[in-house]
């Protein structure tokens, strides 16, 4: 399950484990598609009709690795499954080394914290100045959250190690990555990039939602213009410029960038959990080029009120950065008429249970923030139909060993689900992958479903 523990202080995730119960499992042909094919057999005017927000269990037992998919002997269906490739989550080791002082645990057979050094600014002789007002502002937000992040991550890190879940020999075991080809997930931004040259489509020549079939190809500009959905109970392969994708069961997708969000509107559905990690602008961003950034008055302008159901929680990330943090409690809920409720952390360790990075490191810090804000809500359904759910608490923790592919965030189903009501409808924007139950939006919506991140299985 995608939540290994629980304590007052948050929950140990375990990201691999989430995806790998999203039922990545094909029957007969449809595991393997024609080259160029997007199976679309027919169109709906609904969206998903089975949302969740914890992915249904697969059991492990019986699974070896395959070269090929076919028919069993005898004439049955071949059952195919797919995981995701294990060494994306084999973080042995710190990506910087901390003092012995500043780690969860070093040879720390009772798992105490031997020394708890205090915060300092501490800077390289070539680079000693005065911190500028945004080091100095960040400075005061890790003072005051560096004690229940350490605390926190330290107990979880406990009960993780005592249930062996985490492993105090892991480090420096690492097994040796393999690299994912060049072409893994590249394309798709582009893609909607050339999407705005094609001709317009005319209200009416599109249905909201295209369900994919077995057969039928489909279009990139189809792709583009409406939402996608795998109503069915097993994945689906989907072809898109030549290149292979698995889609989750009971799964629905827009591939679009901002420009491009008239098909979510039209889908007409509103949505009770919004989860979003807008493209925040900075310096090495701008430098890497990796992707395009969005302003905060482009992320004001999207239409999260015309997505989001009365009482809608909605989940931003955030970067460090305080500018962008006090732009989000401040201006951006206010903007949208969401009441801010809490701020959480997503603490990144090792599987020896070490942060990623120095708790105390001046150019990253091992964890990053998530804020959580209401939409208002609905007095009369509210009075109707009293909450049968916990409170969201302030101040928690989501500690987990991280993915080392770049933006891929842990799940937050399994967190979410003791303070939602059961059956709601979930979206996820600037998401680059996909899951059960949810809407998922972004011009690399399917980055992460690429099947070159994945490894076939089959049952005996």
Not at 120 to 133: A, G, I, W
Not at 218 to 240: F, G, M, W
Not at 327 to 339: D, G, I, K, N, S
Not at 429 to 451: C, D, I, Y
Request: hydrophobic share 40%.
């Amino acid at each position: 399950m995608a939540v290994v523990h629980r304590l007052a202080a948050g929950w140990l995730v375990d990201h691999l484990s989430f995806i790998n119960q999203c039922g990545y499992e094909i029957w007969d042909s449809s595991a393997c598609p024609a080259a160029g094919t997007v199976s679309a057999a027919a169109t709906s005017g609904t969206c998903c009709a089975a949302p969740a927000l914890a992915a249904t269990p697969l059991p492990r037992e019986g699974l070896e690795p395959v070269a090929a998919v076919g028919r069993e002997a005898g004439g049955e269906a071949a059952r195919k499954r797919f995981v995701f490739r294990e060494e994306f989550f084999d973080i042995s080791q710190p990506h910087i080394a901390a003092a012995p002082g500043e780690q969860l645990r070093q040879g720390c057979s009772d798992l105490r914290i031997l020394i708890l050094f205090p915060c300092v600014l501490v800077q390289k002789r070539k680079r000693q100045r005065e911190p500028n007002p945004g080091e100095l502002q960040a400075l005061q937000y890790h003072s005051k959250v560096r004690k229940r992040i350490w605390e926190g991550t330290l107990s979880l890190v406990q009960e993780g190690l005592r249930s062996g879940f985490l492993h105090p020999t892991a480090a420096g075991l690492g097994h040796k990555r393999r690299a994912v080809p060049g072409h893994a997930g590249c394309g798709l931004a582009e893609l909607c990039d050339m999407a705005k040259q094609f001709p317009a489509v005319g209200a009416g020549q599109h249905h909201p939602v295209q369900v994919l079939g077995e057969e039928n190809s489909l279009p990139e500009q189809d792709l583009l213009c409406c939402l996608t959905e795998n109503s069915s109970n097993s994945a689906k392969i989907i072809v898109v410029m030549g290149q292979q994708y698995l889609v989750p069961p009971k799964s629905s997708f827009l591939l679009s960038d901002v420009s491009c969000l008239q098909p979510l509107l039209s889908c007409k559905k509103k949505f009770d959990v919004i989860v979003m990690d807008p493209p925040w602008e900075n310096k090495s961003l701008k430098r890497s080029k990796r992707y395009s950034p969005l302003a905060p008055w482009q992320i004001k302008q999207l239409p999260v009120p015309a997505l989001a159901a009365p009482s809608c929680l909605v989940l931003t990330w955030v970067t460090n950065r305080q500018r962008h943090l006090r732009f989000v409690r401040e201006q951006l809920y206010p903007h949208w008429a969401l009441q801010p409720l809490a701020e959480w952390h997503w603490v990144k360790i090792t599987r020896a249970g070490e942060f990623v990075l120095p708790l105390d490191s001046l150019h990253k810090k091992p964890y990053e923030v998530l804020v959580l804000g209401r939409a208002p809500g609905d007095t009369e359904e509210a009075f109707r139909r009293p909450e049968a759910v916990a409170a969201i608490p302030d101040q928690k923790l989501i500690v987990s060993v991280p993915c080392s592919l770049h933006s891929h965030k842990p799940p937050l189903a399994g967190v979410l689900a003791e303070f939602v009501k059961p059956n709601v409808q979930c979206l996820e924007m600037f998401a680059r992958s996909l899951q059960p139950g949810w809407t998922s939006w972004g011009n690399e919506v399917l980055k992460f479903q690429h099947m070159d991140y994945f490894t076939p299985l089959r049952d005996e």
